[in-house]
């Protein structure tokens, strides 16, 4: 039996540690642009316009029916066919995006549909324009109650990268099983993996709780 | 007095017969309007011109399309037949280059809407804003007012319908009526030429309801402001209404002076729903 050896632990934690930003900044990166693509999305396929809706509806329909990872294959290996030659780490921040923006658009779809058609009505009457209405009015009361789904996504966002070592990005999945293959113990680099995975998770529940604290309205 | 009928409420620029008494020009106008749900006729070739200054109350049983009319004056449905015009311009419709009517465009809908204004049964405050920023929300944002003006407007509005002390709170703290009253300083800060109120007093218990009325009927007092108005507070029509509208199965059944309408009905759906009214109060 192989028993868990510390030393080395210790010795190949600071590769991981410094590919584990690599994971978060990803992440981040990858949900900050999700989050805005998602919104746009959700208003579009809202929108009274069928140009407009259909194929945002078929769009959003297409990529949630379809793995992250063939995804994100399409965008390394396929485009650079058609001229289009994307860095791994770009093809992959693009690609998770792009694949995430698709359910937080159901997600603000969900909380705009919450918002009572009366205020739809209120603005109406006020002469609003749509899009100040969204923004002033519609947006800030859809937005409050899908937080916390949105906040699950950055953590499904974060345990998603490593599908991008598929793709070559190295995140701390690919730096571990690199370790791995250089010093043939899986044990430690594996389970450090799950470890930050774990703290990160934990982190970012507590970071998307604590926003969430702070959007309650001052009543 | 009755309104005239238009045989075929056809789309057609030429709106009815002359009204010898009324030279004016109508503050608003429908008409042949009509407005189908399906199967169902809510509006049916509806005629009616309201002048300037005039207000107007609507009674009727529900469901016989008296919120259908405010609603379609504000835009919140589409019709299906006839025009609606406000001011002398029609309103879900413009002059294309030959001078024939053809639907609106968004910038022509927006232009003749922000003539009127309305005030709804449930309020329809914005939840997330204090009440002074429900009242200037749409005049920055809409009208384009400096901050500090459109503060003032508010803050004036807010006075008169009596919540000068109430600036700062948010809606879910403050009593039906208050609301009531904040939603009118609301439609009221975009300074409407006509004023519309739904059935304003339904939602609230019957002690608030004072309040809300007293605020309308200084509003009436102090302004020329044109006011439709769906109620079922027979005195408030009475009282308040140059003419009251009885309102049945999609056309207006029954007008007069309130005088008129409530001590000499002359039509028997009339006679029967104020009895009924009568009763039940």
């Known amino acids: ?210 926003l969430e604290n702070r959007m309650e309205p001052a009543r | 007095m009755n309104t005239p009928v238009q045989p075929d409420g056809t789309l057609s620029p030429t709106l009815g017969p002359e009204q010898p008494e009324q030279p004016e020009q109508p503050m608003v106008r429908f008409a042949g309007v009509t407005k189908r749900y399906g199967e169902l006729t809510v509006l049916d070739g509806l005629d009616l011109d309201v002048q300037e200054g005039e207000k107007v109350a609507i009674i009727g049983p529900s469901g016989s399309g008296k919120s259908t009319l405010l609603r379609a004056l504000m835009t919140l449905e589409e019709i299906d037949e006839g025009v609606i015009e406000v001011d002398g311009e029609p309103l879900t419709h413009m002059p294309d280059a030959s001078g024939r009517l053809v639907r609106a465009n968004t910038r022509h809908l927006r232009r003749v809407r922000g003539n009127v204004g309305m005030v709804f049964q449930s309020f329809n405050l914005f939840p997330h804003m204090s009440v002074r920023q429900n009242v200037m929300e749409a005049p920055v944002q809409v009208l384009g007012l400096a901050k500090s003006e459109a503060r003032e407007r508010a803050e004036e509005l807010l006075a008169m319908v009596g919540l000068e002390d109430k600036l700062e709170h948010f809606p879910a703290q403050l009593s039906g009526g208050q609301q009531q009253r904040v939603a009118i300083a609301r439609a009221l800060a975009m300074r409407p030429k006509v004023m519309l109120f739904d059935e304003v007093t339904s939602a609230l218990d019957p002690e608030l309801c004072g309040e809300v009325l007293n605020v309308i009927r200084r509003l009436g007092e102090a302004h020329n402001l044109t006011m439709l108005m769906v109620t079922h507070q027979m005195g408030f029509a009475r009282e308040f209404a140059d003419r009251v509208c009885f309102f049945h199965q999609g056309r207006i059944h029954e007008q007069g002076t309130p005088d008129e309408l409530f001590n000499q009905p002359r039509e028997d759906r009339t006679r029967e729903f104020l009895s009924a009214v009568n009763e039940a109060s």
Request: net charge positive; charged share 15%.
């Open chain 1, 1 to 210: 039996m192989n028993f868990f050896d510390w030393p080395f632990a210790l010795e190949i934690l600071p590769r991981l540690l410094d590919a584990s930003l690599a994971t978060l900044g990803i992440a981040l990166a990858g949900f900050a642009i999700a989050v805005v693509l998602g919104l746009f999305l959700a208003i579009g396929r809202r929108s009274r316009q069928r140009w407009l809706s259909w194929p945002i509806t078929g769009l959003i329909e297409f990529i949630r029916s379809t793995p992250l990872l063939i995804q994100v294959y399409f965008l390394f290996y396929v485009l650079p066919n058609y001229g289009l030659q994307l860095s791994a780490l770009q093809a992959g921040i693009i690609g998770i995006a792009l694949h995430y923006a698709c359910y937080t658009a159901e997600v603000y779809r969900a909380g705009l549909d919450a918002v009572p058609r009366a205020q739809w009505e209120a603005v109406t009457a006020l002469n609003m324009r749509p899009w100040t209405a969204y923004r002033d009015v519609i947006l800030p009361q859809a937005l409050r109650p899908v937080l916390p789904a949105l906040g699950n996504y950055l953590i499904s966002i974060l345990k998603d990268t490593p599908v991008l070592s598929a793709i070559t990005v190295v995140e701390i999945m690919q730096r571990a099983k690199n370790i791995g293959s250089e010093s043939f113990r899986y044990l430690e680099p594996i389970t450090l993996v799950g470890l930050f995975f774990l703290i990160l998770s934990l982190g970012l529940a507590w970071c998307v709780r604590r």
